[in-house]
Nanobody
Framework: QVQLVESGGGSVQAGGSLRLSCVAS????????MGWFRQGPGKEREGVAD???????FYADSVKGRFTISKDNAKNTLYLQMNSLEPEDTAMYYC?????????????????????WGQGTQVTVSS
């Protein structure tokens, strides 16, 4: 079993930055795809970014150039650095993990095949 705990959300003005963290515990090793997903008010969940065990990274077009995903395997921690935040980024952000020896599932699947999820951390961006 894997437990995921996110932190780092908050309220910022447009143009500001936040760094989200997700600490994983339980049986987890490097052979996991780790990803960030978000769900805004009245919207469906969408994939933001993910990273597989070979370090391949994918971003949603809406966050490319502004967000950076990274992970520290020694600390079992996943990060999402968010810069140049926009009001459209307002959402609950979730960390998720999926055991796989290959590439992550496509981001456009919006996490449908991910088994493990955190409780989420709220990000609110005001204009």
């Amino acid at each position: 079993q894997v437990q995921l705990v996110e932190s780092g959300g908050g309220s910022v003005q447009a143009g500001g930055s936040l760094r989200l963290s997700c600490v994983a515990s339980g049986y987890i090793d490097s052979t996991y795809c780790m990803g960030w997903f978000r769900q805004g008010p009245g919207k469906e969940r969408e994939g933001v970014a993910d990273i597989d065990n070979d370090g391949r990274i994918f971003y949603a077009d809406s966050v490319k150039g502004r967000f950076t995903i990274s992970k520290d395997n020694a600390k079992n921690t996943l990060y999402l650095q968010m810069n140049s935040l926009e009001p459209e980024d307002t959402a609950m952000y979730y960390c998720a993990a999926e055991p796989t020896s290959g590439p992550c599932p496509p981001l456009r699947w919006n996490g449908a095949t991910f088994h493990y999820w955190g409780q989420g951390t709220q990000v609110t961006v005001s204009s």
